[in-house]
């Protein structure tokens, strides 16, 4: 069974978001007007939901990046539903998955110069809705970036 042409542009599009509508078509064999048209479809049928840029660490502030697990007390709907409204407004939190397993949570925290994640684990992730447990997990070195 042969990959379509969609499957083919979102792919394309997911690892070089800046390709021109004719490198697009030249990669899956199409006109430029022809890709382009593919690609206004995928926006609009909500398979392509935006662009955005991605920053190297330095752009970003080398940050010192922390993946904490969070448990909460319960997985009671309105538990859950009060944590994530307020996690989504700590900006320190680039990221927030729920989770199967032992955690309910996990965060991918960003500590930039003149914080401390001592004071961000104390003053905002501990004083978060429902939290009980957070496991905090140092990253060394990010090996692959998507």
């Known amino acids: 069974m042969s990959i379509t042409i969609e499957r083919r542009i979102l792919d394309l599009l997911a690892a070089n ?3 021109t509508s004719a490198e697009l078509g030249d990669a ?6 022809a ?12 398979a392509i939901v935006g662009y955005r840029a991605v920053l190297s ?4 502030g080398d ?3 922390v993946l904490v697990n969070v448990t ?5 709907k309105e538990t859950m539903a009060a944590f994530e409204a307020e996690i989504v407004e700590c900006p320190q939190v680039v990221q927030c998955f729920l989770m199967s397993g032992e955690a309910d949570y996990m965060l991918h925290v960003e500590i930039r110069h003149g914080e401390t994640f001592e004071r961000i ?3 905002t992730l501990s004083q978060l809705p429902g939290v009980t447990r957070l496991a905090s997990h140092f990253v060394i070195r990010e090996v ?3």
């Open 17 to 19: 978001s800046d390709l």
């Open 28 to 33: 899956v064999g199409l006109s430029a007007s």
């Open 35 to 46: 890709a382009h048209r593919r690609v206004a479809q995928l926006r609009e049928s909500g």
């Open 57 to 60: 660490q330095a752009a970003r």
């Open 63 to 65: 940050p010192s990046i």
């Open 72 to 76: 909460l007390r319960d997985q009671r």
């Open 121 to 123: 684990h104390r003053e």
């Open 144 to 146: 692959i970036r998507r």
